[in-house]
């Protein structure tokens, strides 16, 4: 058994609190995007839900246990997207929730944070600015800090993307996934590494905001004093060391990518898929596109993990 703070039979649970709405998202081989980057690719399509990200996979399990406990209140920090989700969770369920972000966060993500009936407080600064603002905010109100990856709910709510990619229709030589604060990429690697242990997990980051990849390579934590990089979802500076340790157990690689790459990528989805996406959700595309050999001829699966992206920017992007 994997040594991690993970439970297979817990993750095989958690399906029954997560709104189905969440579950078995889309699965399937896209030969167009395939065809062009020399290897089979398998798309896991994590935007068709009410938050357009797989992050309510776990807001669902914090807001059920929450709720159990009759807690009434709690708040995050967010570069967006799980600002998003725990909103919704949290409306569904009668809570109080209070989202901190950066103020240059994409208007989008804020804007539907403000729609779904979240406090929203916005800081100078980046995600580890808003981190320590979330912390205060819980202290001073005495209300429950939801932190993303540090709490197991959103690393086993996230993993229960490895159940479906595991009993899906086919087998997988390398899964990529999106690396930021690492409850994806812990989560579904440690489903895979207990169900589908030949499946090469390959966690992915850019080089605009690569602490996450150099702790993994170096084995401890590893920390930076900025991130530069369009991939706001994944622009963390402080690994947490819980989810590094989790991280060791179950990835067999990390890699970093350029900026053009993400952006390639973003206009690949967009022209061989069909789909709009987020910087972060590009990352898999990047990393095929950097190494071809590598990856040349086996089957893929990536994980498509987010679309709330600003049109204006995200117009710029593509046609750059």
């Given amino acids: 058994m994997l040594s991690t703070r993970l439970d297979l039979a817990r993750i095989r649970a958690a399906l029954r609190n997560i709104d189905p709405v969440f579950l078995h998202?889309?699965?399937?081989?896209?030969d167009a995007l395939g065809n062009e980057l020399g290897c089979t690719v398998s798309i896991k399509l994590e935007t068709a839900n009410p938050v357009r990200s797989?992050?309510?996979?776990?807001?669902?399990?914090?807001?059920s246990m929450l709720t159990d406990q009759g807690r009434t209140a709690a708040v995050c920090a967010s570069a967006g997207n799980l600002g998003q989700a725990l909103a919704w969770s949290g409306r569904r369920?009668?809570?109080?929730?209070?989202?901190?972000?950066?103020?240059?966060?994409?208007?989008?993500?804020?804007?539907?944070?403000?729609?779904?009936?979240?406090?929203?407080?916005?800081?100078?600064g980046d995600f580890e600015m808003a981190r320590e603002r979330a912390v205060d905010i819980a202290r001073e109100r005495g209300i429950r800090l939801v932190e993303d990856s540090l709490d197991i709910e959103t690393c086993e709510g996230a993993?229960?993307?490895?159940?479906?990619?595991?009993?899906?229709?086919?087998?997988y030589d390398a899964v990529l996934i999106a690396l930021g604060g690492g409850a994806m990429a812990t989560g579904v690697g440690h489903v895979l590494k207990?169900?589908?242990?030949?499946?090469?997990?390959?966690?992915?980051?850019?080089?605009?905001?690569?602490?996450?990849?150099?702790?993994?390579?170096?084995?401890?934590?590893?920390?930076?004093?900025?991130?530069?990089?369009?991939?706001?979802?994944?622009?963390?500076?402080?690994?947490?060391?819980?989810?590094l340790d989790d991280l060791l157990a179950v990835a067999d690689d990390a890699v970093l990518v350029h900026e053009t790459s993400?952006?390639?990528?973003?206009?690949?989805?967009?022209?061989?898929?069909g789909l709009v996406v987020e910087?972060?959700?590009?990352?898999g595309v990047a990393a095929i596109l950097e190494d071809r050999e590598r990856f040349a001829g086996r089957h893929v699966a990536t994980v498509i993990c987010g679309s709330n992206v600003d049109p204006e920017a995200y117009h710029r992007w593509i046609r750059t």
């Fill in 25 to 30: 998202t889309p699965l399937y081989q896209c």
């Fill in 54 to 63: 797989f992050k309510a996979r776990g807001t669902e399990l914090v807001a």
């Fill in 93 to 124: 369920r009668g809570l109080d929730v209070t989202v901190v972000a950066a103020r240059r966060a994409p208007a989008a993500k804020l804007e539907r944070i403000r729609a779904l009936g979240a406090r929203l407080e916005l800081v100078d």
């Fill in 159 to 171: 993993a229960t993307i490895g159940l479906e990619l595991a009993g899906g229709p086919a087998s």
């Fill in 194 to 243: 207990t169900l589908s242990p030949d499946a090469e997990v390959i966690c992915v980051q850019p080089f605009g905001a690569p602490a996450m990849t150099h702790s993994w390579h170096r084995r401890h934590v590893v920390t930076t004093d900025s991130t530069d990089t369009i991939a706001d979802g994944v622009a963390g500076r402080y690994p947490i060391p819980e989810v």
């Fill in 262 to 273: 993400i952006v390639t990528g973003m206009r690949m989805l967009l022209e061989r898929a």
């Fill in 279 to 283: 910087p972060s959700a590009a990352l």
